[in-house]
């Protein structure tokens, strides 16, 4: 098992959250520091924990890494870049246009697009100014930008002409006001990215369905770019080495099948495969650990003790006494939202409720293992892609009159962002809410807090300053006030017990505080320190959660349920009813 080759200057690291980017970036850059070369690590993620995996405080210049010499790392801040960026578009509007337009258009500022576009300014600026990283021989970027904003931003369109216009449909146009003079610089990023002799993208992934899937997804953005020079690194491949315990046996089971079905486009490229780290991936030993898998292990700690949260059993109870209202899960992508949303409505529909379940998961596993087995559960699917057809069509459709086939072409590609998506598919949630005024609405894949807030802006803007209702359906404008209202709506927050998820789940939540609500609980899930593992490693990694188990349930969570790793998957009755146990 071996890091990620670094034959280019530049190396970009991306994937989806929590499949170990950080570590992977910080891994790699510590070995090529040891081999004697100068390495600068940069981090754009705004939820960044790089401090924390290499024990330096930095800042937004190099700062060097103690007792690794030749390796320095800066994070660059996007939130304080995006609020700065907001500031200079809102500011020669401020007492000019009223209250409910600046509110709108600071909402259009407030999303993860203007965070990822002021993320993309901020290191085009070290890509493209040689002195900026002239004494380093590797440059390496944790977190690289999507393939949906490195083709908005360079996309040819007349900028200037087209965001002066009104589309009638969200958009993540609004951080893009301002940029054009940025767009040779961008230019010339994108060309860099895609030039094989400078730049590097590795593809880091669990090994894991879910994770592998986006992976791909990502392969396919990116080559459509012509960005040609990518590998693919598996991250924390776990091998059972001590036979008959079932948890190891069976996480070793699902990293062969989730491997054996690798998609093809991901087969072809280069690949490393990085071992399961039982510390974790804090502190430069660990590290090293990663480029060095062979080295002892140091011996387990002395076993720790804490008082774990109550099982998920216990909000399903709290949640029967109230009677009816909507349930909402919500977090990043391969926490288990999607199981969690289905284990709780099974266990309402037992207990005699009438549930509505309704599922994005775009294999339906779940909607089909349960749909039409257990009286008072109905399980309806809501197509993503059908829906963001739909919204896609409406908004072009609105804006045909009064763009020109540039503008339009721009307004396409805008539609294709991760905002759109979440947007249409708020609609079909919300053509589903009512019935949570006499029984139970579960939904699964909830729309953010900047997305209510998006909603809720664009309205007040109608009806301010076009004095109109717009085109927002009825069924949204009843359903934001009833998100705010916790007698109707809880929210269930999602994550797993690790750095890199627990910091998102927390940006998240303050998301959520900014649209006006307050989650109902967070559910931890996949604890192997609950478990009941015996595997020694799996036993020394269960360790490594408490911190942030005790940090979620001691500091951010109102409420608190912990779910162990369970050896058979949570899909169908039998494995949905274990995540309530």
Same mark, same amino acid.
């Given at each position: 098992?071996?890091?990620?080759?670094?034959?280019?200057?530049?190396?970009?690291?991306?994937?989806?959250?929590?499949?170990?980017?950080?570590?992977?970036?910080?891994?790699?850059?510590?070995?090529?520091?040891?081999?004697?070369?100068?390495?600068?690590?940069?981090?754009?993620?705004?939820?960044?924990?790089?401090?924390?995996?290499?024990?330096?405080?930095?800042?937004?210049?190099?700062?060097?890494?103690?007792?690794?010499?030749?390796?320095?790392?800066?994070?660059?801040?996007?939130?304080?870049?995006?609020?700065?960026?907001?500031?200079?578009?809102?500011?020669?509007?401020?007492?000019?246009?009223?209250?409910?337009?600046?509110?709108?258009?600071?909402?259009?500022?407030?999303?993860?697009?203007?965070?990822?576009?002021?993320?993309?300014?901020?290191?085009?600026?070290?890509?493209?100014?040689?002195?900026?990283?002239?004494?380093?021989?590797?440059?390496?970027?944790?977190?690289?930008?999507?393939?949906?904003?490195?083709?908005?931003?360079?996309?040819?369109?007349?900028?200037?002409?087209?965001?002066?216009?009104?589309?009638?449909?969200?958009?993540?146009?609004?951080?893009?006001?301002?940029?054009?003079?940025?767009?040779?610089?961008?230019?010339?990023?994108?060309?860099?990215?895609?030039?094989?002799?400078?730049?590097?993208?590795?593809?880091?992934?669990?090994?894991?369905?879910?994770?592998?899937?986006?992976?791909?997804?990502?392969?396919?953005?990116?080559?459509?770019?012509?960005?040609?020079? %990518?590998? /693919? @690194?598996?991250? $924390?491949?776990?091998?059972?080495?001590?036979?008959? +315990?079932?948890? #190891?046996?069976?996480? &070793?089971?699902?990293?062969?099948?989730?491997?054996?079905?690798?998609?093809?486009?991901?087969?072809?490229?280069?690949?490393?495969?990085?071992?399961?780290?039982?510390?974790?991936?804090?502190?430069?030993?660990?590290?090293?650990?990663?480029?060095?898998?062979?080295?002892?292990?140091?011996?387990?700690?002395?076993?720790?003790?804490?008082?774990?949260?109550?099982?998920?059993?216990?909000?399903?109870?709290?949640?029967?006494?109230?009677?009816?209202?909507?349930?909402?899960?919500?977090?990043?992508?391969?926490?288990?939202?999607?199981?969690?949303?289905?284990?709780?409505? %099974?266990? /309402? @529909?037992?207990? $005699?409720?009438?549930?509505?379940?309704?599922?994005? +998961?775009?294999? #339906?596993?779940?909607? &089909?293992?349960?749909?039409?087995?257990?009286?008072?559960?109905?399980?309806?699917?809501?197509?993503?892609?059908?829906?963001?057809?739909?919204?896609?069509?409406?908004?072009?459709?609105?804006?045909?009159?009064?763009?020109?086939?540039?503008?339009?072409?721009?307004?396409?590609?805008?539609?294709?962002?991760?905002?759109?998506?979440?947007?249409?598919?708020?609609?079909?949630?919300?053509?589903?809410?009512?019935?949570?005024?006499?029984?139970?609405?579960?939904?699964?894949?909830?729309?953010?807090?900047?997305?209510?807030?998006?909603?809720?802006?664009?309205?007040?803007?109608?009806?301010?300053?076009?004095?109109?209702?717009?085109?927002?359906?009825?069924?949204?404008?009843?359903?934001?006030?009833?998100?705010?209202?916790?007698?109707?709506?809880?929210?269930?927050?999602?994550?797993?017990?690790?750095?890199?998820?627990?910091?998102?789940?927390?940006?998240?939540?303050?998301?959520?505080?900014?649209?006006?609500?307050?989650?109902?609980?967070?559910?931890?899930?996949?604890?192997?320190?609950?478990?009941?593992?015996?595997?020694?490693?799996?036993?020394?990694?269960?360790?490594?959660?408490?911190?942030?188990?005790?940090?979620?349930?001691?500091?951010?969570?109102?409420?608190?349920?912990?779910?162990?790793?369970?050896?058979?998957?949570?899909?169908?009755?039998?494995?949905?009813?274990?995540?309530?146990?």
């Amino acid at each position: 098992m071996t890091l990620p080759q670094a034959r280019t200057r530049y190396l970009f690291f991306t994937g989806k959250g929590g499949v170990g980017k950080t570590s992977l970036s910080c891994a790699t850059g510590l070995a090529l520091a040891d081999a004697g070369r100068q390495v600068l690590i940069v981090s754009t993620d705004p939820a960044s924990n790089l401090d924390e995996v290499l024990g330096t405080q930095l800042g937004d210049t190099p700062t060097a890494i103690p007792e690794a010499p030749g390796l320095f790392a800066l994070n660059i801040d996007p939130e304080a870049a995006a609020a700065a960026y907001r500031e200079r578009m809102l500011a020669p509007y401020r007492g000019i246009l009223p209250q409910a337009a600046l509110q709108s258009m600071a909402e259009q500022f407030s999303g993860a697009c203007t965070v990822e576009i002021a993320a993309f300014d901020e290191f085009s600026k070290l890509l493209g100014d040689a002195a900026a990283t002239a004494g380093f021989d590797h440059v390496i970027f944790d977190t690289a930008p999507t393939g949906h904003t490195l083709r908005l931003l360079t996309l040819p369109s007349a900028w200037n002409e087209f965001i002066s216009s009104s589309t009638g449909g969200a958009s993540c146009l609004g951080p893009l006001a301002g940029l054009e003079k940025q767009k040779a610089l961008y230019a010339a990023t994108v060309a860099r990215l895609a030039n094989p002799d400078e730049t590097t993208v590795v593809l880091v992934s669990r090994p894991e369905t879910s994770a592998l899937r986006e992976a791909e997804r990502s392969r396919r953005e990116l080559s459509e770019l012509g960005v040609s020079n %990518l590998q /693919l @690194a598996i991250n $924390g491949l776990f091998i059972a080495n001590q036979p008959g +315990d079932r948890i #190891a046996n069976a996480m &070793a089971e699902r990293a062969r099948s989730a491997l054996a079905s690798l998609p093809d486009g991901l087969a072809t490229l280069p690949s490393s495969r990085i071992g399961f780290l039982p510390l974790g991936t804090v502190g430069l030993a660990a590290l090293r650990l990663m480029a060095n898998p062979d080295t002892p292990l140091p011996p387990p700690p002395v076993a720790a003790t804490t008082l774990l949260p109550a099982s998920l059993h216990s909000l399903v109870d709290d949640l029967l006494a109230v009677g009816h209202g909507v349930v909402m899960t919500m977090g990043k992508g391969g926490v288990g939202k999607t199981s969690v949303a289905a284990a709780i409505a %099974l266990a /309402l @529909a037992e207990a $005699g409720g009438k549930v509505v379940l309704s599922t994005t +998961d775009p294999a #339906a596993h779940v909607a &089909a293992a349960i749909d039409g087995v257990i009286p008072g559960l109905t399980v309806t699917r809501i197509d993503p892609a059908d829906e963001v057809a739909q919204y896609t069509q409406d908004v072009l459709g609105k804006a045909a009159g009064h763009l020109d086939a540039a503008g339009q072409a721009l307004l396409a590609e805008d539609l294709r962002s991760p905002c759109t998506e979440e947007i249409a598919v708020f609609r079909a949630f919300a053509r589903t809410v009512d019935a949570g005024q006499d029984g139970f609405v579960v939904l699964d894949t909830a729309p953010t807090g900047h997305t209510i807030l998006l909603l809720d802006a664009a309205e007040a803007y109608h009806r301010e300053v076009m004095r109109t209702q717009g085109d927002m359906p009825a069924a949204v404008r009843q359903l934001l006030p009833r998100l705010r209202d916790p007698a109707y709506t809880r929210v269930l927050i999602v994550t797993l017990p690790e750095a890199t998820p627990v910091h998102e789940a927390e940006r998240l939540q303050g998301d959520l505080a900014r649209a006006g609500i307050t989650p109902y609980a967070w559910v931890i899930n996949q604890s192997l320190l609950a478990s009941g593992t015996s595997d020694a490693l799996l036993q020394q990694r269960g360790a490594y959660e408490i911190p942030y188990i005790r940090r979620v349930a001691d500091e951010l969570a109102p409420r608190c349920a912990l779910i162990p790793w369970l050896a058979i998957a949570p899909v169908g009755q039998t494995g949905l009813q274990q995540l309530l146990r």
